[in-house]
Nanobody
Framework: QVQLIESGGGLVQAGGSLRLSCAAS????????MGWFRQAPGKEHEFVAR????????YIVDSVKGRFTLSRDNAKNTVYLQMNSLKPEDTAVYYC????????????????WGQGTQVTVAS
C-alpha cells in the first residue's frame, strides 16, 4: 500500500504563489509516477500535472503551463507543485495521486489518492 500526505494549501490573493507538497510512504519501491488533480465545486476531477519517478519526465496541462511547475525529491519520496501567478479559477481541492504504472491524465490511471488540500485564490 501507498500513503500520500499533502500539505501547503491555503488562501492566497490572485497573483500570489503557493507550494503544495506530497510525501509518499509505504510500498514506494522507487517506481511511482505521481501527480496532481484538482476538483472545483460542482466539477469533475481535472488533471494538473504528473512526474515519473525514474527520469522525472513531467507533463503539465496547458491551462497552468508556465505558471505551475512540478518537481520531486527522490530521497524524500516527495513531489512539489509550485503554483505561481495564481488565478481565482485555480480555486479547488488539490489531490496528490500515485501509480506504479505510467500515470497519464485520467483519474482512473491512479490507484492511490491523498486526502486533498484546499487552495483558494481570492480576486
Amino acid at each position: 500500500q501507498v500513503q500520500l500526505i499533502e500539505s501547503g494549501g491555503g488562501l492566497v490573493q490572485a497573483g500570489g504563489s503557493l507550494r503544495l507538497s506530497c510525501a509518499a510512504s509505504g510500498r514506494t519501491a522507487g517506481s511511482l509516477a505521481m501527480g496532481w488533480f484538482r476538483q472545483a465545486p460542482g466539477k469533475e476531477h481535472e488533471f494538473v500535472a504528473r512526474i515519473g519517478w525514474i527520469g522525472g519526465t513531467t507533463y503539465i496541462v496547458d491551462s497552468v503551463k508556465g505558471r505551475f511547475t512540478l518537481s520531486r525529491d527522490n530521497a524524500k519520496n516527495t513531489v512539489y507543485l509550485q503554483m505561481n501567478s495564481l488565478k481565482p479559477e485555480d480555486t479547488a481541492v488539490y489531490y496528490c495521486v500515485a501509480s506504479f504504472y505510467y500515470g497519464g491524465s485520467s483519474p482512473h490511471e491512479y490507484a492511490y489518492w491523498g486526502q486533498g488540500t484546499q487552495v483558494t485564490v481570492a480576486s
